[in-house]
């Protein structure tokens, strides 16, 4: 976990590269219609743009916003497992962190080679012990090419509305609530109502994000102070400046992705507003219902691990 502040950089500046390159003049007009192979995007883009097409058609009853919660919904759990793997790396760095604090104390102030050496051979071995690698520190990003795909599909649907085209979407409703899903505030008719709806929807987006976040925060410690409970508060560990820098990486991270969500939702269609307040609502709910079955599997793993 040494490089933890690289990767999680790393991570944060490939996103924002991403989306800035994604998002590039924020206007529609520049998105292609989803009809025949214009690049590599496309291999993600023409499944979800199919599985929306086809509940528009089905369940969705021709709503665009009901498309895009359902298809959300769908979406979302068929990642969960990537999820569940994510949580597990969660408990299992909470077991770990007794031993690790251990070797931390042990090498506290020796700053030689060989004693660094000796350190980085003892974390090694009980990353190993615990099943925990720098993979399953990037299981969450796995996810993105799931997020990118959605958010070209929500970006292109708006220009395929077209008999022309193999995927019409051109018998979708776009009102939602007074808001029309497949405009921007900056697309003509420019009203009031459109581009105040479009600030509520970036606003919501960004109460729900943190508000998820303060949640999962929360649960962590709740965690940590029921699993040191029978430990005198004197012999309790202590966060490491390692764990400190990775603390405080986490949370800038946190911050500027909810900055970024906000500033995209504004300068974006509508639909986008609403695809990430259901996301961020299903992703609340996913983490309450892993928190009630949490301490369960962290017997699970407690066992297996011995």
Known sequence: MKNNKKYLMAALAIL????????????????????????????????????MWVIGKSVGFGYYGLVIII???????????????TNDLSLKMQLMAPDQAKIEA??????????????????MQLYKKYGVGLGGCLLPFIQFPIFLAFYQTLQRIPITRNPE???????????????????SRLDEPVTKYQTWGIIILAALVGITQIFSQLLASRRQKKAKAEAEAHIPAYRRSQPTDAQKQTELMMKIMMYSLTAMMVFFVYQSTAALGLYWLVGNLYSTFQAEISARNSKKRLEVLRNKIK
């Open 106 to 123: 042990k090498y506290e102030g020796k700053t030689d080679q060989e004693s660094l050496q000796r350190k980085n051979m003892e974390l």
């Open 165 to 183: 085209y193999k995927l019409d979407f051109s018998f979708l409703k776009g009102n939602f609530l007074g808001i029309d899903l497949f405009r």
């Open 16 to 51: 924002g590269l991403f989306l800035f390159a994604s998002c590039r003049g924020g206007a529609t007009p520049q998105y292609k219609p989803i009809q025949g192979w214009t690049g590599i995007g496309d291999i993600l883009v023409w499944p979800m743009a199919g599985l």
């Open 71 to 85: 298809a959300t919904i769908i979406v979302r759990t068929l990642a969960w497992p990537i999820y569940a793997k």
